[in-house]
């Protein structure tokens, strides 16, 4: 069975930073893109970042370039988000998912449960 | 970036009635396009992809079709455990944009 457990949310400052974790089991982790989506409150969901299997190439949403970044080590099955110079903007629940198709772009066949960031003073 | 557009924004329909939710697309993605329900407090889940090929154990009430810009989500029979929020995403290349949403519940 595949899962996806997210973990690190929580409440910080605008300005501030955190590191999100995933940790995939139930399928080969190193055989597939991953990527990051968020969910405003209320809103639909925005995709924030992919990686590719090997860690070696990702791509952001215009909004997060420079702040946010994704990495991975395929040798813990685990993904990583590393949130740095948060916005109220950022505030959202943060879900790990897992892509389906061998290209970058991808629809998500699994999905985490997410783990919620609240960026507020 | 393409932007992605769903209509209507929520919707209430009786149990056994056919519901249709459209999705549109502002530039032609050849048929990149999945559609995904949402319960409240849980994840996306996939119901189609690749415009109009079911996930597997989807049930069959559930139908995709469209290509270029052009998308609908069908359910044939609504049953009460498919109130949900719709999301149709595309994914021909990044940003793999969501659309707004289509909440559906039982009048």
């Known amino acids: 069975e595949v899962q996806l457990v997210e973990s690190g949310g929580g409440l910080v400052q605008p300005g501030g930073s955190l590191r999100l974790s995933c940790a995939a089991s139930?399928?080969?982790?190193?055989?597939?893109?991953m990527s990051w989506v968020r969910q405003a409150p209320g809103k639909g969901p925005e995709w924030v970042a992919n990686?590719?299997?090997?860690?070696?190439?990702?791509y952001y949403l215009d909004s997060v370039k420079g702040r946010l970044t994704v990495s991975r080590d395929n040798a813990k099955n685990s993904l990583y988000l590393q949130m740095n110079s948060l916005r109220a903007e950022d505030t959202a629940v943060y879900y790990c998912?897992?892509?389906?198709?061998?290209?970058?772009?991808?629809?998500?066949?699994?999905w985490g449960q997410g783990t919620l960031v609240t960026v507020t003073s | 970036d393409i932007q992605m557009t769903q209509s209507p924004s929520s919707l209430s329909a009786s149990v056994g009635d056919r519901v249709i939710i459209t999705c549109r697309a502002s530039q032609g993605i050849g048929n990149y396009l999945a559609w995904y329900q949402q319960k409240p407090g849980k994840p996306p889940q996939l119901l189609i992809y690749?415009?109009?090929t079911l996930q597997s154990g989807v049930p069959s009430r559930f139908s995709g079709s469209g290509s270029g810009t052009d998308f609908t989500l069908t359910i044939t029979s609504l049953q009460p455990e498919d109130v949900a929020t719709y999301y149709c995403?595309?994914?021909?290349?990044?940003?793999?944009?969501f659309g707004g949403g289509t909440k559906v519940d039982i009048k």
């Open positions: 690749a415009a109009s």
């Open positions: 995403q595309k994914y021909n290349c990044d940003p793999e944009t």
């Open positions: 998912a897992k892509g389906a198709d061998v290209r970058p772009s991808a629809f998500f066949d699994y």
């Open positions: 990686i590719k299997e090997d860690g070696g190439e990702t």
């Open positions: 139930g399928f080969t982790f190193s055989r597939y893109w």
